[in-house]
Nanobody, 122 residues
Framework: QVQLVESGGGLVQAGGSLTLSCAAS????????VGWFRQAPGKEREFVTT????????NYADSVKGRFTISRDNAKNTVYLQMSSLKPEDTAVYYC???????????????WGQGTQVTVSS
């Protein structure tokens, strides 16, 4: 069992930066891939990025490639999402999720956090 708690969301101006954290409980956290997804009002939840259990592999949605960076510190049971050059279209609730697979589909993820709001003003 893994429990996830996101933090770090907030209001930022376009072009600004924000770093989200995903803190996990559970001694098997380091064996899971962790992904970030986001959901804007009226839209479906979409894949943002994911990182393998070791941190050696990452995958990004085209919409955030070059602007977002995912990393993890297994000693601290935490995954980070560094977001820069933020755009108004990045506004959404951001969720972290854990999976035994290194995938991009939400259905592949077994554990989810409650989400944190990111709002980018123009």
């Amino acid at each position: 069992q893994v429990q996830l708690v996101e933090s770090g969301g907030g209001l930022v101006q376009a072009g600004g930066s924000l770093t989200l954290s995903c803190a996990a409980s559970g001694r098997t956290f380091s064996s899971y891939a962790v992904g970030w997804f986001r959901q804007a009002p009226g839209k479906e939840r979409e894949f943002v990025t994911t990182i393998s259990w070791s941190g050696r592999r990452t995958n990004y949605a085209d919409s955030v490639k070059g602007r977002f960076t995912i990393s993890r510190d297994n000693a601290k049971n935490t995954v980070y999402l560094q977001m820069s050059s933020l755009k108004p279209e990045d506004t959404a609730v951001y969720y972290c999720a854990a999976s035994s697979k290194f995938g991009v589909a939400a259905r592949e993820y077994d554990y989810w956090g409650q989400g944190t709001q990111v709002t980018v003003s123009s």
